[in-house]
């Protein structure tokens, strides 16, 4: 054990080694993007969309389907384009209850959120997903420290501890028979 130490992990042995794993992605959705015509992009989106459906137990045309996804710009990545799609193909092509067009467009709002990356297809942020989000807090600026001990001499003093409850009030100031 000792022998081991000496060899990989004491600091001053010549053998000692740090591990470092830095992951980088083999292709990101530019990447994918460009490998990809956005014709090729449609009918691989129109095929999953296909299949997802009649998962759903809903029997797809695959023609008008198409023709509504061509109507919309899919590589931009407008998601709710897209959505919307797919709700006038179940409501007008398929002749869906609204209710179901509905319970359906929200859960495929979800699948495109995983499955548009894949594709290749950068998804544009909606108008309403960034109201939603906070407003960013400005970024603070950069401290470089070049004297520690002039630094620490800088810093405000914190104010040391303070009693919950004041001293007065545990003092005696009656006598005790």
């Keep these: 054990?000792?022998?081991?130490?000496?060899?990989?992990?004491?600091?001053?042995?010549p053998y000692r080694a740090k591990l470092s794993v830095h992951m980088t992605a083999q292709l990101s959705t530019?990447?994918?993007?460009?490998?990809?015509?956005?014709?090729?992009?449609?009918?691989k989106l129109t095929t999953l969309l296909t299949k997802y459906l009649t998962s759903m137990g809903i029997s797809v045309d695959r023609e008008l389907l198409t023709r509504r996804l061509d109507a919309i710009d899919t590589a931009s990545g407008d998601q709710q384009a897209i959505i919307d799609a797919i709700s006038s193909y179940l409501s007008d092509d398929a002749k869906h209850p609204i209710d179901q067009t509905k319970q359906i467009t929200d859960?495929?709002?979800?699948?495109?959120?995983?499955?548009?990356?894949g594709l290749g297809i950068e998804i544009c942020p909606t108008a309403e997903a960034a109201a939603d989000l906070p407003p960013t807090p400005p970024m603070p600026k950069t401290t470089y420290i070049e004297n520690v001990y002039e630094f620490k001499a800088g810093l405000e003093v914190s104010r040391g501890p303070r009693p919950v409850k004041d001293l007065s009030e545990f003092e005696d100031s009656e006598p005790k028979l």
């Design 30 to 43: 530019q990447a994918m993007a460009s490998t990809m015509s956005t014709s090729e992009q449609k009918d």
């Design 1 to 13: 054990m000792i022998a081991f130490f000496d060899h990989f992990i004491n600091p001053a042995s």
């Design 107 to 117: 859960q495929s709002q979800q699948l495109l959120a995983t499955v548009l990356p």
